[in-house]
C-alpha cells in the first residue's frame, strides 16, 4: 500500500479543527497571544489637531510677508492647551504634541522666529504646516486589528493607543507531551548502560510555547502498555496529546496498541516524508493523538510541519494555510528518493534581497547538534530531479523569519 503524502497527512491532522474559544486576559499578559475578535478604536487619535514642532501656532497670512511681527498672547502646552484664539497679528508659543489653539493654521518653528518682550518675529519662511490633524492616526470605532492576529509589541503598543486595558485572545490549546522508551532518562542524570537523555520533550515544549500552545510534560513511559496508558491518562485534558518514540514497527513500539485500549481511533501511522516516516496520527475522543518518531530531528521537523499547523487553526491565526517561502540554492542537489525530504539548511540574505540556502553537510536524523545550527529545512518533493546552483527551493523558516 502506498504511503500517504505529506499533504495528505497535512490535511488529515488539521481537518475539523476550528478556533478554540476566546478569552480576555490583561493587555500586559497578552504578548504572542492571537486575537479573538476584531479590535475598534475607543478613541480618536491624536483627538484635537496637534503641533509636530516646538515653535509658534500662528495665522498663515499673518506670516505670508516677512519679516512678520506677532504679539505673543500666551503658551499651549502638552496637557495644557491654549484656552483662547488666534486672531490677527497674533502668536501662540506651542510645544510638540500640544493642542493647536483656535484661530491658528500653522506652526513656525522656533529656529525661524525670534521671541523677545512680548514680541515674536519671523524671519524665515514656513514651508510645512507642522500640524498633526486631528484623527490622523486613527477615529473612533475604526477597526484597526483583527481577529487572528498575534499580538507582538507593534500590535499591543497599537491596542494600548486605542485604549484597550483589556484583549480578547483565544484560549491557549495544551499539549501533553509523552516521552517512551526504558532507554530514555531525563536531562542531569547518571547514565546507565545502553541509556541515553531525552532531549526531544525540552524542543517540542519549547517549540509549542512559541507557536503559541501550553505545554504540559506528562513524562517518560517505560516500554509497557500501563506505563504509557497511566501516564497519557494524566494528559487528558491536553487538546493534542505528543508522544515520542514507540510509532514505528516492532514489538517494542506500544503507543498505538496500548492507546486503543483508551480507544483511540488510529488514522495512519506512515507517511513519505524523510526524516518521519513513522507518523501516527488518531483520536482519543475530542483530543488529538500526534504520535512523532524518536528520533531528535525526526521529532522537532515532523512537528514544525504537523503540530505547528494543527495549533495555528486552534488559534485562528490569519494566513496560517501560507504557502513556504522560497531560497535561492548556494549548490547543486542530487535527486530525490520516494519520500519527500525536509534537509537541515542554513541560509544567509545577500545585498540583492535573495536569500540563499546551503543543505547541513549530514542529514542523519538522530544528530541534534547540526539541527542547531540549521535555521530552516529545505524541502524537495519525491522523486525530485537534480537541482543545479542558483535554482529555487521551498523552505520552512525555523526560527520565525
Given amino acids: 500500500m502506498a504511503l500517504l503524502t505529506v499533504a495528505e497527512a497535512l490535511a488529515r491532522v488539521t481537518h475539523g479543527i476550528s478556533p478554540l474559544d476566546g478569552e480576555r486576559v490583561a ?52 496637557g495644557a492647551g491654549f484656552g483662547g484664539s488666534v486672531g490677527r497679528g497674533e502668536a501662540v508659543r506651542i510645544f510638540t504634541g500640544a493642542p493647536v489653539p483656535q484661530g491658528a493654521d500653522t506652526i513656525v518653528i522656533q529656529e525661524n522666529a525670534e521671541e523677545a518682550h512680548g514680541v515674536v518675529t519671523v524671519r524665515e519662511a514656513t514651508t510645512d504646516r507642522h500640524i498633526r490633524p486631528r484623527g490622523q492616526d486613527f477615529t473612533e470605532g475604526e477597526k484597526l486589528l483583527i481577529a487572528g492576529a498575534r499580538l507582538g509589541p507593534r500590535q499591543l503598543m497599537l491596542a494600548a493607543a486605542m485604549n484597550h486595558a483589556e484583549l480578547p485572545v483565544r484560549r491557549k490549546p495544551k499539549v501533553a507531551i509523552l516521552a517512551t522508551g526504558d532507554e530514555v532518562i531525563p536531562p542531569g542524570s547518571e547514565l546507565g548502560k545502553d541509556q541515553i537523555v531525552s532531549s526531544v520533550p525540552y524542543g517540542l515544549a519549547a517549540l509549542t510555547e512559541k507557536a503559541g500552545g501550553e505545554a504540559m510534560s506528562l513524562g517518560i513511559a517505560k516500554d509497557d502498555p500501563e506505563s504509557l496508558v ?129 543543505p547541513l553537510p549530514s542529514q542523519d536524523s538522530s544528530l541534534v547538534a547540526g539541527l542547531a545550527r540549521a535555521d530552516c529545512l529545505i524541502v524537495r518533493a519525491a522523486y525530485a530531479p537534480p537541482l543545479a546552483h542558483g535554482k529555487r527551493v521551498r523552505i520552512v523558516p525555523l526560527d520565525g523569519d
Avoid at 34 to 63: C, H, K, N
Avoid at 287 to 297: E, S, T
Fill in 230 to 358: 497511566t501516564l497519557a491518562r494524566s494528559g487528558s485534558a491536553a487538546d493534542i496529546l505528543l508522544t515520542i518514540g514507540g510509532a514505528s514497527v516492532g514489538e517494542r513500539d506500544l503507543v498505538a496498541s496500548a492507546l486503543k485500549s483508551e480507544g483511540l481511533e488510529l488514522d495512519f501511522w506512515k507517511i513519505a516524508m524523510r526524516p518521519g516516516k513513522p507518523l501516527l496520527f488518531g483520536r482519543l475522543g475530542s483530543q488529538r493523538v500526534l504520535g512523532l518518531p524518536g528520533n531528535p530531528v525526526s521529532a522537532l521537523v515532523c512537528a514544525h510541519v504537523f503540530l505547528v499547523p494543527m495549533l495555528e487553526r486552534m488559534l485562528g491565526v490569519a494566513g496560517a494555510a501560507r504557502p513556504y517561502p522560497e531560497a535561492v540554492l548556494g549548490e547543486a542537489l542530487e535527486p530525490n528518493g520516494p519520500r519527500e525530504h525536509y534537509m537541515g539548511g542554513i541560509s544567509e540574505w545577500r545585498e540583492d534581497g535573495q536569500r540563499v540556502v546551503l
Fill in 27 to 78: 493587555l500586559d499578559a497578552a504578548s504572542g497571544r492571537v486575537l479573538a475578535d476584531d479590535l475598534a478604536a475607543r478613541l480618536t487619535q491624536p483627538p484635537f489637531d496637534a503641533s509636530a514642532m516646538d515653535g509658534y501656532a500662528v495665522r498663515a497670512e499673518d506670516v505670508a510677508a516677512l519679516p512678520a511681527t506677532l504679539r505673543l498672547i500666551g503658551g499651549s502646552l502638552a
